[in-house]
């Protein structure tokens, strides 16, 4: 896929409860508003441009038309869909997620351009509307965001090294030690 080499440390501990309703209060929403979702990063020491630098993982992998879905069917009395997004865009993932009622598990690709690089194309969609998350779009429109989306867009070496440091950084919050986490031998065995 590409992308940038970092340093993975080993012997991390799992935390000793392990549940999905937890991860709610901690991760960032897609329909979370900009100043949300720096809160989030910022109180975890996190600063704005390192977080748009961890953003950019966004260059791989998809999400599933269900978060979007708001979106992109029946936005507003005046518009079908987010008029953040560029209109054909939007009529193609409009398109793409026909099904997601009957399909739950229905997705599309966060970069359109190249799905399986790991690269700086991301950040290029954004300005055009090419963002599918509206955390992703909303990069560009903040005044504090949009710098380094626009850093990233046209130089993919400093991406990488900012993106490198701070999932590194990331790699090593809120690690548990001694008591405070264990090793498991079966990741799906939860307390």
Known sequence: MGGPFYAVKLGRRDGLVSRAS??????????MSMNQIIKIFTYRGFSI???VALTGAHTIGFSHC???S???????RTSAFDPSYNPRYAQG?????????????LS????????RDFDNSYYKNLPKGLGVLRSDRALTMDARTRPFVELY????????????RAIEKLSLYGVK??????IRRRCDSFN
């Open 153 to 164: 867009a046209r130089d993919q070496k400093a991406f990488f090294e900012a993106f490198g």
């Open 66 to 68: 269900s978060e979007i």
């Open 108 to 115: 599309v690709f966060n970069d359109i351009m190249t799905p």
């Open 22 to 31: 937890r991860a709610q209060y901690i991760l960032p929403k897609p329909t």
């Open 70 to 76: 708001s979106d992109i069917y029946n936005y507003s």
């Open 177 to 182: 030690s001694g008591r405070r986490g264990e």
């Open 93 to 105: 993932l409009r398109n793409a997620c026909a099904d997601y009622r009957k399909n739950p598990s």
């Open 49 to 51: 441009q390192e977080m």
